[in-house]
């Protein structure tokens, strides 16, 4: 409750569609140069395929120059497998190789000069390492045999090999891309982890580089890289919430490390966060029911690196927050067997938003480890955020007006008595046993628990001029999730064709406890969101006001499912098909909480069973391109009326959404380019602004292209972007009166570029210059379509500067400006909804390793 105490121009779309043109042809124009990855201190992973004796020599051609492209090459013509951190590669170079050479032979030729050796950490497994640390083992080991380094090959770049080892998801995460932006692959559900271009879904991984590079300091602030994904929740409120493919997905939503109804319901904070990885459409059959139709983000938490990390940050973020994150990892065990990464950060103070500050602590743990057949991993979180003067996301306008022009970004409808104070811990397990060279049993399961205390406004615009009608609300509650899976997973022959079968049996449970209490009397206001009207300290007394630690049970919701795929692959996997279906089983419960006699009983009971197909395909004529295509379908718990609806806390029937998609893919080896088009339909639910009523009315269609392209086009050149084209309709209304409209908060396009420019080292060596554009076209606010927001442009800038330390450690300087313009817009108009977008905000950070 510190910071509380404290008392605390838009761009056109036809120049952002010729920057997008730009970035594809850039991307078209690249020569076929190998991928690298710039990071620092981003654990880089490089595989190929079983490998022959060690005697065996093998012919090598690597031209000299910098280290870590070198490395690249190395691993997939000598078929050894290498897992390090780039901060050691980062600025090296190397003299290169030509001939025909014993494996550990050139490895120690390509490292000459360099100031690097390598070690094994397990039998199939070589890293680098810097002699400096002795206590390490960091020397050559040349009774590494090399016949012992048999590895089944995940893929060093998003153009290695189709189908994945039958290993499961336990340590580092698939390598980074050119440019360490984004990972070559991710997670798909239970089909554990693919290469982008072996994947029939549409899937994008933002590295622990790119997190830290754009400062982000919650979920929302990395997946605005996505052009599918926009934030329909205000900055400044206690949550983070997200529309992708023009359908809604709450953070309760987001998976952790593959855990559904486990990580925070409300805002995720990113210190203990490697990976962010986004799979777009349904995904019924890869997470059992838990994933929304729009798409699934899963989070994939910190683990140590095989060198030992000490690295602090201190963060300055206007207008007067102060934000410090010590980041430690070590590896223990003869081999490095056991690992252990904490995270612990601390941040409060002022915002960029009058009267709002924000006070938040984070800490967590990451435990793992790794043997031969064993791999097991177990995380610990805890978080708290104390809000004052928080946004609401449930603002909206009357349906005689049209929506009146965003106010002024920085000025808090919210007054200095209002607060929202969230506390959470989570605690996660997976372990993994191959009991059979190709086949893998696996298990995971978590626990986490969510309270949330507030005293906040939400606002009805009732006029042009920014009149409103100001609403206190009140409604502690308390968030329950227990998530529990087990498999398998196999890969055999039978003839010509090759499977990869996968079997999984999940059960996750979410519990709400709320309600209970006699409502005290709280103000309802008139203001003006131009000029707001703020209530004086000791409006309401907050002491008596009821805490979420004793509340009833509200809603209780069990998902249960089996799910089973089979990929089969023909012709050294270039053709690639999935053939799947999970039988699923949503029993959802609500519960009256008004205080009386019927305190606790039953309100309200729906169970629904269904088996949902999948189909989905690969094809790859090429090493470098693959066409794909997907069925696939969701069954989602129904949803429950928000607390601005006169029929608040209703709870709805689960209901079933599908997809249909086909897209291609090319990696140009420094450049990678996708395309998607799809169709999903779902059940529409919506709060009509007029009647305040929120139901499942209809059916939404929505259609898109999707293009998107990422990598480093030119040495020293890094850039991350797409443009979304959607087209929602509603198909299906009560009435048909509003058939053929278009959908509400759903923009026509959406485009972004992030791009880095390293500065030639003559000119200023070690300096970065970033930037960044995001375009949102104009969005329906109703369903009659009378009533709209304008498209919005936000730019950023900024610069990063990397040098060595006293200590020849890294140092890195980061400044970012969001929003340089200081524009006014409605950020989102979804689910009948208004949300600002933030001001001008100013980000300086020093990291710095020990």
């Not at 838009?10 to 043109?21: K, M």
């Not at 076929?32 to 079983?50: C, M, Y």
């Not at 980062?90 to 070690?119: C, H, I, K, N, V």
């Not at 300091?217 to 599918?228: E, I, P, Q």
Request: glycine content about 10%; overall charge neutral.
């Amino acid at each position: 409750m510190a910071a509380r105490e404290r008392g605390v121009a838009c761009g056109r779309l036809a120049g952002l569609a010729l920057a997008g043109v730009s970035l594809l042809a850039l991307g078209l124009g690249t020569a076929q140069a190998q991928a690298q990855a710039t990071s620092r201190g981003v654990p880089k992973r490089t595989e190929a395929t079983p490998v022959a004796a060690p005697a065996d020599a093998v012919a090598l051609s690597i031209p000299d120059g910098p280290l870590e492209p070198a490395l690249v090459r190395f691993t997939e013509q000598a078929k050894v497998k290498l897992v390090y951190g780039t901060d050691l590669t980062q600025s090296l170079t190397t003299t290169g190789l030509e001939g025909t050479f014993p494996p550990l032979e050139a490895l120690g030729r390509l490292l000459d000069g360099t100031g690097l050796s390598y070690r094994r950490v397990s039998p199939s497994t070589l890293t680098l390492v810097n002699p400096r640390y002795a206590q390490l083992g960091g020397r050559p080991e040349e009774t590494v045999r090399l016949d012992e380094i048999v590895v089944e090959g995940r893929p060093a770049t998003a153009r290695a090999a189709g189908l994945p080892p039958p290993t499961g998801t336990v340590g580092q995460p698939p390598p980074p891309f050119a440019g360490g932006q984004v990972a070559t692959g991710t997670r798909v559900g239970f089909l554990g982890n693919r290469s982008v271009l072996t994947t029939p879904f549409n899937v994008t991984g933002f590295t622990e580089k790119l997190i830290a590079d754009q400062q982000a300091r919650t979920l929302a602030d990395v997946v605005l890289n996505d052009a599918s994904v926009r934030n329909d929740a205000p900055a400044f409120s206690e949550r983070d919430s997200f529309f992708i493919r023009g359908f809604s997905v709450v953070n309760l939503d987001v998976g952790f490390d593959g855990l559904f109804y486990l990580a925070n319901p409300r805002r995720v904070f990113t210190e203990g966060i490697e990976r962010v990885e986004i799979l777009k459409g349904p995904t019924a059959l890869l997470n059992g029911g838990t994933g929304r139709v729009g798409g699934t983000i899963n989070l994939i938490p910190k683990r140590a690196y095989d060198e030992p990390l000490t690295r602090l940050t201190t963060t300055y973020l206007s207008d007067s927050q102060v934000w410090t994150h010590a980041d430690l990892g070590r590896r223990f065990g003869p081999n490095g067997e056991w690992g252990a990464r904490a995270n612990l950060s601390y941040r409060n103070g002022n915002t960029a938003l009058d009267k709002n500050a924000i006070e938040v602590g984070v800490a967590t743990l990451g435990l793992d480890y790794r043997g031969e057949r064993l791999r097991a991993s177990l995380d610990l979180v805890h978080n708290t955020q104390n809000i004052t003067a928080p946004t609401s996301l449930f603002n909206s306008v009357a349906a005689n007006i049209p929506v009146p022009r965003a106010p002024n970004p920085r000025l808090n409808t919210a007054s200095s008595l209002e607060y929202i104070d969230t506390r959470q811990n989570m605690a996660a397990g997976r372990i993994e046993y191959d009991i059979l060279p190709d086949t893998t049993l696996y298990a995971a399961g978590g626990v986490s628990r969510y309270n949330e205390d507030f005293l906040t406004s939400f606002y009805q615009v009732t006029s042009l001029t920014g009149r409103a009608t100001n609403t206190l609300a009140i409604q502690p509650q308390e968030i329950q999730g227990l998530t529990g899976e087990v498999g398998l997973r196999s890969k055999f022959q039978t003839g010509f064709l090759g499977h990869f079968l996968t079997v999984s049996a999940v059960e996750a449970n979410n519990r709400n406890y709320r309600g209970g209490f006699v409502a005290p009397t709280l103000p309802v206001f008139q203001t003006n969101i131009y000029d707001p009207v703020h209530l004086p300290r000791g409006s309401v007394n907050t002491a008596l006001l009821p805490r979420s630690n004793d509340r009833p049970l509200f809603t209780e919701l069990s998902a249960r499912s089996v799910g089973i795929a089979d990929t089969l692959s023909l012709g050294e996997d270039r053709f690639l098909l999935t053939l799947g279906g999970r039988f699923q089983e949503i029993d959802q419960q609500s519960y009256n909480t008004r205080p009386g006699p019927t305190l606790g009983a039953l309100a309200s009971t729906y169970e629904r069973g269904r088996f949902s197909p999948a189909i989905a395909a690969v094809f790859r004529p090429t090493e470098a391109l693959s066409f794909y295509g997907n069925y696939i379908e969701a069954l989602e718990p129904g949803p429950t009326a928000p607390v601005a609806a006169i029929n608040a806390n209703e709870v709805f029937a689960p209901i079933v959404s599908r997809q249909q998609e086909i897209g291609a893919k090319y990696d140009f080896g420094t450049v990678a380019v996708t395309a998607s088009l799809f169709e999903i339909e779902q059940p529409n639910a919506f709060t009509d602004n007029a009647t305040r009523r929120f139901s499942v009315s209809g059916l939404q269609r929505n259609r898109g292209l999707e293009l998107s392209a990422f990598g480093e086009p030119l040495p020293g050149v890094r850039l991350l972007g797409g443009v979304t084209f959607l087209d929602g309709r509603l198909v299906r209304t009560p009435g048909g009166t509003f058939d053929g409209n278009r959908a509400p908060g759903v923009p026509d396009v959406a485009f972004n570029l992030y791009g880095e420019v390293d500065l030639p080292p003559w000119l200023a060596p070690g300096l970065t210059l970033t930037g960044r554009a995001i375009y949102t076209s104009g969005q329906f606010y109703n369903q009659a379509n009378t009533q709209s927001v304008p498209d919005w442009t936000r730019f950023d800038a900024g610069l990063r500067y990397t040098f060595r330390g006293a200590t020849d450690k890294p140092v890195t300087i980061r400044a970012v400006v969001e929003n340089v313009f200081d524009n006014a817009y409605w950020a989102s108009a979804a689910r009948g909804f208004l949300a600002v977008g933030a001001p001008r905000t100013v980000i300086v950070s020093a990291t710095m390793d020990f």
